[in-house]
Nanobody
Framework: VQLQACGGGLVQTGGCLRL?????????????VAWFRQVPGKEREFVAA????????YYADSVKGRFTISGDNAKNTMYLLMNSLRPEDTAVYYC???????????????????WGQGTLVTVSS
């Protein structure tokens, strides 16, 4: 499956952005789809995930209450709505997917086999 992430950009503190992750070659059916982010010199960090079967969602503590992950199965697209953005949210955001993620591994980037190319989010102070 190929993933295409888009929607990044420059926004002021307190602003919002919506990232999209579209799959081709395979649907998001029965997958775990996640968003990770990375800044230079740091490891890739879990942001949020959704189980497309059942719709269960999971969030990093740092984004809980501000970010929302959702999906549109008809469009084969997953979204990350980011509200109340902070400068520390600045990063390259990646979407990832895999059909075989167990709950204890949902925040582990190395467990995901399919990745989008990343989209840059910059939050100015």
């Amino acid at each position: 499956v190929q993933l295409q992430a888009c929607g990044g950009g420059l926004v002021q503190t307190g602003g919002c952005l919506r990232l999209s992750c579209t799959a081709s070659g395979r649907t998001f059916s029965r997958q775990t789809v996640a968003w990770f982010r990375q800044v230079p010199g740091k490891e890739r960090e879990f942001v949020a995930a959704i189980r497309t079967s059942g719709g269960h969602t999971y969030y990093a503590d740092s984004v809980k209450g501000r970010f929302t992950i959702s999906g549109d199965n008809a469009k084969n697209t997953m979204y990350l709505l980011m509200n109340s953005l902070r400068p520390e949210d600045t990063a390259v955001y990646y979407c990832a997917a895999d059909p075989s993620i167990i709950l204890s591994s949902i925040q582990m980037s190395r467990m995901y086999n399919y990745w989008g190319q990343g989209t840059l989010v910059t939050v100015s102070s």
